[in-house]
């Protein structure tokens, strides 16, 4: 199937044949002819599979045939929530990407920034806004964000927003949306909290499935490496000595973990950042930045402030800790082997972290593969 086979028009084909997209993911074909048809969506998916072209390329069409064309009269016609900064960066980035034919306008904002930049491109008008819950609802009480207009609404990583506590802002928002409109709704799983939100907001939804949660990508190699939590950095930094990890995203449990195992890494001389929620925003992207263009051969990041990371070419995910969900698991390692490379996932596990070790494999139903021949065994 190709993205013609979609009924895309011409301006994003154009634009998808610019990113060197040759043919859709099973989430883009299964959900782009509903949501053209007009169509409330529930899509189960994790990052990863497309998801954001999934909604941005059928939206953009929508609005593209709209006339909206007026600048002087612009009001947001599609209004899209993420749970985190990262992750509504990046989805502007599609939508600049997909859109970059199209002459339709879209901002961004979140927290953890001054407002007046977000401020001064609501006041000259979007038809798409992308915004983090607490900052839009922030914003609207302040009297810049109109919500009256919107006639596309996406839910991206639902299940992610509720886990971060955004369920009180979240029904702010919906609150001051007008009641006709198409919602398109993402979340990568399907716990009943999340049923529960999602059929207070869906008409006659379509139902998209894509790689359950549980499942791990097969082109991921994974490996685990027993070792005394002590040890942990210095295994780290002995790997880290085999010149084919090109790049690592590495996860810790805490914000100071992370920065500890920096700390560690640039002693040796690796180049490594940080990146968590007790840094600025500024020097998040910076650290992100450094990582995409190579700059930057290990990033350090709890699963909060990685939520939405998007790497591609990433060759090594590691777990400096084990996480305590199964899921978060299945989330980070799908960090690699994306878009079908192949990726190996590491994981450093102490006796503590034996239990967590056994629900990741209950879960993903496979064995992990032991690597016995290391220095700290
Ligand atoms: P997402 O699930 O939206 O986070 O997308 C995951 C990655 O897949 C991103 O790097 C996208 O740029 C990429 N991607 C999305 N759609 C396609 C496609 N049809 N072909 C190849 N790569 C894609």
Same mark, same amino acid.
């Given at each position: 199937?190709?993205?013609?086979?979609? *009924?895309? #028009? $011409?301006? =994003? %084909? /154009? @634009?998808?044949?610019?990113?060197?997209?040759? !043919?859709?993911?099973?989430?883009?074909?299964?959900?782009?002819?509903?949501?053209?048809?007009?169509?409330?969506?529930?899509?189960?998916?994790?990052?990863?599979?497309?998801?954001?072209?999934?909604?941005?390329?059928?939206?953009?069409?929508?609005?593209?045939?709209?006339?909206?064309?007026?600048?002087?009269? *612009?009001? #947001? $016609?599609? =209004? %899209? /929530? @993420?749970?985190?900064?990262?992750?509504?960066? !990046?989805?502007?980035?599609?939508?600049?990407?997909?859109?970059?034919?199209?002459?339709?306008?879209?901002?961004?904002?979140?927290?953890?920034?001054?407002?007046?930049?977000?401020?001064?491109?609501?006041?000259?008008?979007?038809?798409?806004?992308?915004?983090?819950?607490?900052?839009?609802?922030?914003?609207?009480?302040?009297?810049?964000?109109?919500?009256?207009?919107?006639?596309?609404?996406?839910?991206?990583?639902?299940?992610?927003?509720?886990?971060?506590?955004?369920?009180?802002?979240?029904?702010?928002?919906?609150?001051?949306?007008?009641?006709?409109?198409?919602?398109?709704?993402?979340?990568?799983?399907?716990?009943?909290?999340?049923?529960?939100?999602?059929?207070?907001?869906?008409?006659?939804?379509?139902?998209?499935?894509?790689?359950?949660?549980?499942?791990?990508?097969?082109?991921?190699?994974?490996?685990?490496?027993?070792?005394?939590?002590?040890?942990?950095?210095?295994?780290?930094?002995?790997?880290?000595?085999?010149?084919?990890?090109?790049?690592?995203?590495?996860?810790?449990?805490?914000?100071?973990?992370?920065?500890?195992?920096?700390?560690?890494?640039?002693?040796?001389?690796?180049?490594?950042?940080?990146?968590?929620?007790?840094?600025?925003?500024?020097?998040?992207?910076?650290?992100?930045?450094?990582?995409?263009?190579?700059?930057?051969?290990?990033?350090?990041?709890?699963?909060?402030?990685?939520?939405?990371?998007?790497?591609?070419?990433?060759?090594?995910?590691?777990?400096?800790?084990?996480?305590?969900?199964?899921?978060?698991?299945?989330?980070?390692?799908?960090?690699?082997?994306?878009?079908?490379?192949?990726?190996?996932?590491?994981?450093?596990?102490?006796?503590?972290?034996?239990?967590?070790?056994?629900?990741?494999?209950?879960?993903?139903?496979?064995?992990?593969?032991?690597?016995?021949?290391?220095?700290?065994?």
């Amino acid at each position: 199937m190709s993205f013609n086979d979609l *009924r895309l #028009i $011409k301006p =994003l %084909i /154009l @634009a998808l044949e610019k990113k060197g997209y040759s !043919q859709p993911t099973p989430i883009q074909q299964q959900s782009i002819p509903h949501i053209l048809e007009g169509k409330d969506l529930f899509g189960c998916a994790q990052t990863g599979t497309g998801k954001t072209a999934a909604f941005a390329l059928p939206v953009l069409q929508l609005l593209s045939q709209k006339k909206l064309n007026n600048p002087s009269n *612009r009001s #947001i $016609k599609a =209004l %899209i /929530l @993420a749970p985190t900064r990262e992750l509504a960066l !990046q989805i502007s980035q599609s939508i600049s990407d997909y859109g970059r034919n199209l002459g339709i306008s879209h901002t961004t904002i979140f927290g953890g920034v001054g407002q007046k930049a977000q401020t001064m491109a609501l006041q000259r008008g979007v038809d798409i806004l992308v915004a983090t819950p607490g900052r839009l609802l922030d914003l609207m009480n302040q009297g810049f964000v109109k919500l009256n207009n919107v006639e596309h609404f996406i839910l991206d990583e639902a299940d992610r927003m509720l886990d971060m506590g955004f369920i009180n802002d979240l029904r702010k928002v919906i609150a001051k949306l007008p009641a006709k409109k198409q919602t398109l709704f993402f979340s990568a799983t399907v716990a009943p909290d999340i049923m529960k939100l999602a059929n207070t907001l869906l008409v006659n939804p379509v139902s998209v499935s894509v790689t359950p949660v549980s499942s791990t990508a097969e082109l991921i190699h994974q490996s685990v490496y027993f070792v005394k939590k002590e040890n942990k950095r210095s295994l780290l930094n002995h790997l880290l000595l085999d010149n084919t990890i090109h790049n690592a995203l590495v996860f810790t449990r805490t914000k100071h973990g992370a920065d500890k195992v920096v700390k560690e890494l640039i002693k040796t001389g690796i180049k490594a950042e940080a990146i968590h929620g007790n840094k600025s925003q500024s020097a998040r992207e910076r650290a992100l930045k450094g990582f995409k263009n190579s700059q930057i051969r290990v990033l350090v990041a709890t699963d909060i402030a990685s939520r939405g990371i998007d790497i591609d070419k990433l060759s090594h995910v590691i777990n400096f800790e084990i996480p305590e969900q199964a899921e978060t698991y299945v989330h980070r390692i799908g960090r690699t082997g994306r878009a079908g490379a192949s990726g190996k996932a590491l994981s450093f596990c102490a006796r503590e972290e034996m239990n967590y070790l056994k629900d990741i494999q209950k879960l993903t139903k496979k064995n992990i593969e032991v690597v016995n021949a290391h220095p700290f065994s």
